[in-house]
């Protein structure tokens, strides 16, 4: 145990003797990178990644497509596209328009912009509505149940027998079309489960909203 701890203090002595790396500390939150790039990325990148934002056009060095798999942004491992987008990691030419975000961005808010970056590239779904609308849905209609963070464990599911399914599993959500997904939510499942339909007490853009943010909720 003790040894463990030493190493552990050694590897952080180590990180930090190198002062400009900074590693990824948690996972990203996929909601907040959107809110991020939806401010300070789309105006190069494009809302969707591609490379085709308004000013791109402007610039001299065309922003990256950050979906792009051949030799791009796809097959760059988190910590490589953290770096870039902290500017301590150099990219391209290296003398492009990409701001370093590491002024003006904490790691964790980084994290967040990898972690919606990776959305962008791995869902097959797009986002139907506004899930800034759709958070407030979820978290006062939709959490008590399927929990804060969509793992299917609200406190109504430890007094209930409700086993909803874990909406942060990326590889069965994208199973699911957004049809599929407004559909359960307007009517409910059928039979005997508990998922209630929300047709009564949600308007479609609510309905629209809440389906993208449950998108947000999965890990890529
Ligand atoms: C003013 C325009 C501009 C803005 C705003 C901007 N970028 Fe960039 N970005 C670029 C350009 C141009 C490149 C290409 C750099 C090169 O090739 O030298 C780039 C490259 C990148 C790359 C490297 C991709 C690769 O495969 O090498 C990442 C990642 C990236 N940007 C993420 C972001 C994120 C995240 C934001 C928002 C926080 C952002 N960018 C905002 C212009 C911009
Ligand atoms: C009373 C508890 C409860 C509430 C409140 C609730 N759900 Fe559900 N939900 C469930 C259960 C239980 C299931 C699993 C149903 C099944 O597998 O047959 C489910 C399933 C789902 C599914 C299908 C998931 C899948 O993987 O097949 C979606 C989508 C969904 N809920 C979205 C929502 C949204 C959005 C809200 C809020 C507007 C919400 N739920 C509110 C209990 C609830």
């Known amino acids: 145990m003790n040894r463990i701890v030493t190493r552990m203090a050694g590897f952080a002595a180590l990180v930090s003797a190198f002062g400009l790396i900074s590693l990824p500390a948690y996972a990203g939150d996929t909601y907040q990178g959107y809110t991020l790039y939806n401010q300070s990325c789309f105006l190069c990148h494009g809302t969707d990644g591609k490379g085709n934002g308004p ?28 770096g870039m987008i902290q500017g301590t ?25 990898v972690a919606y970056i ?25 959490a008590a149940c399927h929990g804060r963070t969509g793992k299917g464990d609200g406190p109504l599911a430890a007094v209930l027998n409700l086993q909803p399914k874990d909406h942060t599993d990326s590889a069965e959500m994208n199973k699911h079309p957004n049809s599929h997904m407004v559909e359960i939510v307007t009517n409910g499942t059928p039979g005997k489960s508990l998922m209630p339909g929300w047709k009564d007490m949600l308007t479609k853009a609510e309905i629209e909203g809440v389906v993208s943010y449950l998108r947000l909720l999965s890990t890529y």
């Open 89 to 113: 990691i150099k990219h391209g030419s290296g003398a492009s328009a990409m701001p370093q975000w590491g002024l003006a961005m904490p790691g964790n808010q980084i994290n967040s912009l």
């Open 55 to 82: 000013l791109a056009k402007k610039l001299d060095v065309a922003p990256d497509d950050l979906t792009d798999g051949d030799n791009g942004a796809a097959e760059k491992s988190d910590r490589e596209l953290f």
């Open 118 to 142: 990776r959305f962008l590239q791995r869902s097959k779904h797009p986002l139907l509505g506004d899930p800034i609308v759709g958070k407030r849905v979820y978290d006062n209609n939709c």
